[in-house]
């Protein structure tokens, strides 16, 4: 398990480090340090997201399939629930660029999801390789 997360969390922030550097600097030119600000709070919103989801795939993965698909999506859902309210309360209490915050959370999910699902095929490849004694 400690491995396997590992690998995904660097990914992660590989994910994180390359958003830096093609993305800082032309925010920090044309939108100011705010939009930066706002931004990086988004990333890292989407990256704990999917720390998360990583590892509720790994807790899940060797258990029974009833118990997967709860892990799977009722995480899904709970890690949902708490961005959005975590979400409205940053843009409420806080003085974030809404729209750099919210098209930097749209973009994070959508790029973490992509390593999720990509997570999710190796292992179950891994796994039915290891089932089928190849």
Avoid at 2 to 31: D, K, S
Avoid at 35 to 60: P, Q, Y
Avoid at 62 to 75: N, Q, S, Y
Avoid at 103 to 110: I, P, T
């Amino acid at each position: 398990m400690g491995t396997e997360f590992l690998r995904f969390a660097r990914q992660v922030g590989a994910i994180l480090i390359a958003a830096a550097f093609l993305g800082g600097y032309p925010l920090y030119v044309y939108w100011g340090v705010d939009m930066v600000r706002a931004v990086a709070v988004g990333f890292g919103i989407g990256a704990l997201n999917a720390l998360a989801g990583g590892l509720s795939a790994i807790w899940s993965f060797d258990r029974t399939h009833p118990v997967f698909l709860k892990a799977l999506l009722g995480g899904m859902v709970v890690r949902m629930l708490v961005v959005c309210v975590g979400l409205v309360l940053l843009i409420k209490f806080t003085a974030l660029s809404v729209y750099g915050l919210v098209f930097s959370l749209f973009l994070s999910y959508l790029l973490f999801q992509i390593l999720e699902i990509r997570f999710f095929v190796k292992r179950a490849a891994v796994r039915r390789a290891s089932q089928e004694g190849v």
